[in-house]
């Protein structure tokens, strides 16, 4: 299974802090946030590739922070070429990037927002993919739709299935917030709506 991290986001809410670093290299007890995510990432078996999807603006401390000697394994940085908050591609987009860039297309992949630390075992996210071969991605409801204009919404069917996903939409379609799961509580509490794809 392959590892997508996405960090090509620029922070803006958290300026002037990450006007020059990349908010998942901002230390958190000493260390960056990233390099505890991978500590997290290594203790999942199946994960045999670490696909890191950077901007161009940042590109280059990425490519120092892979480059550590100390790093366990290689982490591959690829830049999604976006200069700027304001033509940033999307996670979505970015995934895609990663897929296309790196010949991930049909391959099992995990995918992490890499600015934000879980307060659960992240091996936990891929029961879904253990047991039935499905992926899974864990949303909650939101009732008010202008919270959900500073969130990535996701629009379900009948099923439970997504059939369309939009980052900080102006005018929602859905209901449903891709949920940031914090804790093992969240886990369990939104583990249910899972969209099926592809058989492993």
Same mark, same amino acid.
Request: with cysteine; net charge positive; hydrophobic share 40%.
């Given at each position: 299974m392959?590892?997508?991290?996405?960090?090509?986001?620029?922070?803006?809410?958290?300026y002037?802090?990450?006007?020059?670093?990349?908010?998942?290299l901002l230390?958190?007890?000493g260390r960056p946030?990233l390099d505890r995510?991978?500590?997290?990432?290594? +203790?999942?078996? *199946?994960?045999t590739?670490?696909?890191?999807v950077? @901007? /161009?603006?940042f590109r280059?401390?990425?490519? &120092?922070?892979?480059?550590?000697?100390d790093r366990? +394994?290689?982490v *591959?940085?690829?830049?999604?070429?976006s200069?700027? @908050? /304001?033509?940033?591609?999307?996670?979505v987009? &970015?995934?895609?990037f990663?897929?296309e860039?790196?010949?991930l297309?049909g391959e099992?992949a995990?995918?992490?927002?890499?600015?934000?630390?879980?307060r659960?075992?992240v091996?936990d996210?891929?029961?879904?993919?253990r047991a039935?071969?499905v992926?899974?991605?864990?949303a909650?409801?939101?009732?008010d739709?202008?919270?959900?204009?500073?969130?990535?919404?996701?629009?379900?069917?009948?099923h439970g299935r997504?059939?369309?996903?939009?980052e900080?939409?102006?005018?929602?379609?859905g209901?449903f917030?891709v949920?940031?799961?914090?804790s093992?509580?969240?886990?369990?509490?939104?583990?249910?709506?899972?969209?099926?794809?592809?058989p492993?």
């Open positions: 392959n590892a997508i991290l996405l960090a090509a986001g620029y922070g803006t809410r958290l002037p802090l990450t006007e020059h670093t990349p908010k998942p230390p958190v007890g946030i995510l991978i500590d997290r990432l290594d +203790r999942v078996p *199946e994960i590739r670490l696909v890191l950077s @901007n /161009e603006r280059t401390q990425f490519l &120092d922070w892979a480059a550590a000697p366990a +394994r290689p *591959e940085v690829i830049s999604d070429g200069t700027a @908050n /304001e033509n940033r591609l999307g996670a987009a &970015d995934i895609r990663a897929v860039h790196c010949g297309d099992p995990y995918v992490m927002a890499t600015d934000n630390l879980p659960f075992d091996s996210l891929l029961g879904p993919w039935h071969g992926s899974a991605v864990f909650c409801l939101v009732p739709p202008r919270e959900l204009t500073r969130m990535g919404v996701a629009e379900l069917d009948a997504i059939v369309s996903f939009e900080k939409p102006a005018r929602p379609r209901r917030r949920r940031r799961c914090r093992r509580r969240c886990l369990s509490k939104w583990t249910g709506i899972c969209g099926a794809t592809r492993r």
